[in-house]
């Protein structure tokens, strides 16, 4: 009895508490992201003139320490004052067209909030019946498909949700883990910026490969604006970082999930790119994985049927 109250309560509790998680992502993206990513934004209109001033000095000086380079730097015919204009005035344009644009915002709160005012209600009717729908969808696929072909469309649904479930989940995990590793890090060693590129690093961590290099592009070129001689040590750390967590964390969290080779991971990811984008990018592995599994267990059972041994096979 105490099993099957525990058991009527589980779920409704896992629902209160991932709603309370996405809240609390949301929230702070809007507390630490945004205004620290408006600082940002201020700071390297500032540092831009200071930032063109330096590169021409050395510009200047450079001949005097390579002798040899001196007629490639003569030829250099550059208008610093017009370049630093020309960067200010592109970061200005950008801010007050994507950040600070009061239209955007609008936007994307009524959208989100309309999206919430859907999606909230719907959610919990389908969590809440979802064994239900679930009988209901298995009655019509047995009243219009025959029996073997029913089996296997409910054998590919319930792999599918397997790996999706698991895959999400360890993604989900493996990004607070990144997440908070680089912002330890970067305030353990001193580089500026570290809340934000967290933030970024999480955020940008959904999307494998190309996500972490552009975190790691973005936090080193921000440092380079902020304080250029820790701009390397900012790229060494946060590759340390990225390293422990590809080698140690990662396989354990994700990798184990879906069970995918790097090099399966790479052309799902290039594929699903290729074809829808970031979305693609994203779900092609977990797909790949069920594609995979589906014909790792065909090929098992066609060997089966010919009575061939795989390891002969390989021989």
Not at 147 to 169: G, H
Not at 170 to 184: A, H, P, R, S
Request: charged share 10%; hydrophobic share 55%; with cysteine.
């Amino acid at each position: 009895m105490k099993n099957g109250k525990l058991a009527k309560w589980r779920r409704p509790v896992a629902y209160l508490l991932t709603l309370a998680l996405v809240i609390g992502i949301i929230t702070l993206a809007l507390v630490v992201v945004i205004p620290e990513l408006g600082n940002t934004i201020s700071m390297i209109v500032q540092q831009v003139p200071v930032a063109v001033k330096a590169v021409q000095k050395w510009l200047t000086d450079l001949p005097d320490s390579y002798p040899a380079l001196a007629p490639a730097v003569a030829e250099l015919n550059i208008d610093w004052s017009s370049l630093a204009d020309s960067i200010v005035t592109f970061v200005q344009n950008f801010a007050a067209g994507v950040v600070c644009s009061r239209v955007v915002i609008f936007s994307v709160i009524v959208t989100a909030g309309v999206t919430f005012v859907i999606a909230f209600p719907l959610s919990i009717y389908v969590l809440f019946q979802k064994e239900r729908l679930a009988r209901q969808a298995k009655q019509i696929l047995y009243a219009v498909f025959p029996e073997k072909i029913t089996e296997k469309i409910l054998s590919v649904a319930a792999l599918s949700n397997q790996v999706f479930s698991s895959f999400l989940s360890g993604q989900c995990v493996e990004v607070v883990i990144l997440g908070t590793m680089i912002f330890l890090a970067f305030s353990l060693c001193g580089i500026p910026y570290a809340g934000l590129t967290a933030a970024l690093t999480a955020a940008f961590a959904f999307v494998p490969y190309i996500g972490a290099l552009a975190s790691c592009a973005i936090g080193v070129l921000l440092t380079l604006l902020a304080q250029p001689e820790k701009a390397l040590r900012c790229l060494i750390v946060y590759q340390a970082v990225q390293f422990t967590e590809n080698q140690f964390i990662y396989p354990h969290v994700v990798g184990s999930s879906v069970g995918l080779a790097p090099l399966w991971t790479l052309l799902a990811a290039l594929l699903g790119g290729k074809l829808f984008g970031l979305v693609g990018i994203v779900f092609f592995i977990p797909l790949t994985a069920v594609v995979l599994q589906l014909v790792h267990e065909h090929t098992a059972q066609q060997l089966s049927e010919k009575k061939l041994d795989r390891e002969d096979l390989i021989e």
